[in-house]
DNA sequence: ATATTATTTGCTGTTTTATGCAATTTTATT
DNA sequence: AATAAAATTGCATAAAACAGCAAATAATAT
């Protein structure tokens, strides 16, 4: 039996039961524990799974409280919320969209900056309420489960009568030239909502999302103000956008 | 059984529960109680959850009262959440308050009833989005810091537009014959809009509060409809309710 | 093909870790 | 203060991890 056979039996197993013991994989495969545990190892070592005292997990089992999505991905997400919050002006009315991006983006504002934050996300909410400068009003109406944010008739009215100096939106999926746009009709119609009440829209955006498109439309791409990815952009890149009215970050 | 395996199992219950006892884990997980006594050491030492003497509560709960590190001390507020949980029928339209109480409520309600919940809690909020069966529609307004609830204008506007069949309030101090009273404005108003927007109001309160008042009065007590404490009741006691059209539980 | 080298595997003894039990101390409640 | 429950401590046992070694296997060079 190949190593890399017993590596692909105990990824499965893991995959399929959430953990594994080295004593059953050891009878399965009828090698020594020793092997198995040298397997375990290195698939330890790959970040394929994770060795414990026993046996080994799923590496997605690990926790259920902090969606533990990749390291990588968080990393871009931080950069982004850094150059973000670089942007905030002191005594600012802004607005924090949901999502993972944005709820980075509200931990990451200084605590001595004065704010009035309208958002409609729960975590985004929870987040600024610890911030002793930040005045945080939410949007209320219907809760999204998934999303954690409001949406619905109610939000979209309540949007209606607010006016922000800046959003903060950290929407989806980005085509330079059809705009953004999103799979969930429901939060399009917030994330328009949002644009219409805010004088300057800033998209927070990972650049794996851009040049890709959903059923819905948001808005055209020159609807935003300012674009922040994680990237460094070069002057072929940025021409991409020169001919819209974008200002990238 | 793994050790993460354990560890897992307990933080779920945590979450769930608010609270767990050692012996009710031991058994479960069919361990001894010194181990289940080990890992909840290491996972409170991982600030995963609170180690108090008997068990274990769930972070959030840090009332930083001094001396707050027995497991029963929870004990009051889950009895009343309990009792007033019993009173949930299947498709009503409820509301529910902020505070420690009114959140043990929400934590209570069982998975299989299907509600339409407002709220203007946001650890409410939090807690019943977690609940499949349950449709949560927030009510938008300014964040109080200390409450985590919306109040002003804008919470009281959208309160006056909805109707629901119970509110469970979970206020302050109660006099029989003065009324309900808090000591802040705000929160006085919102939860005057509250008993408004319902047909029935229901109050959760822990009987140390009984027989106390404050600045600004909410209503009389005959406005709540049933008042349910942590205790049990004898004739004498509810003679005092008596002319006051309030149903003890 | 054969010899040489490198890698893998299982075994041994040792060390570390995990677990349960009993005796003692601490803590909470009446 | 008295009592009961829980925490702590020390200890024994067993399981697991580890390090080193030698045989077996695979890879490479001659």
């Known amino acids: 039996m190949l190593k890399e056979e017993r590596h692909q039996t105990i990824l499965t197993q ?5 953990r ?34 026993g046996g080994a997990i799923s590496l997605g089992y690990t926790t259920n409280s902090t969606r533990n999505n990749n390291i990588y991905a968080l990393s871009q997400k931080i950069i982004i919320a850094e150059k973000a919050a670089s942007l905030l002006k002191n005594g600012a009315v802004i607005f924090i969209d949901g999502g993972t991006t944005c709820l980075e983006f509200a931990r990451i504002i200084p605590l001595d900056i004065q704010l009035t934050c309208f958002t409609l996300s729960l975590p985004v909410a929870m987040v600024l309420n610890n911030k002793p400068n ?74 794996e999302k851009l040049n890709s498109q959903h059923r819905y439309k948001i808005c055209d791409i020159n609807a935003i103000d300012t674009m922040v990815t994680e990237l460094d952009w070069n ?9 819209h009215d974008v200002h990238i970050f």
Chains 1, 2 share one sequence.
Do not use: P
């Open 20 to 53: 594994v013991l080295l004593t059953d994989i050891a009878e399965r495969l009828d090698v020594s524990i020793d092997t198995v545990r040298r397997d375990v190892k290195e698939l330890d070592q790959e970040s394929k799974l994770r060795k414990v005292h």
């Open 235 to 243: 002057d072929d890149q940025l021409k991409l956008f020169s001919s």
């Open 14 to 18: 893991v995959e399929l039961h959430n």
């Open 134 to 207: 930040v005045e945080v009003i939410f949007v209320g109406g219907q809760i999204s489960r998934e999303a954690q944010i409001t949406i619905g008739a109610m939000a979209t009215n309540m949007l209606s009568e607010i006016k922000v100096d800046y959003s903060f939106i950290g929407t989806g999926y980005v085509d330079v030239s059809y705009g953004l746009t999103d799979f969930d009709w429901d939060i399009v119609q917030v994330k328009k909502a949002v644009i219409k009440a805010s004088k300057k829209t800033v998209l927070l955006c990972i650049s």
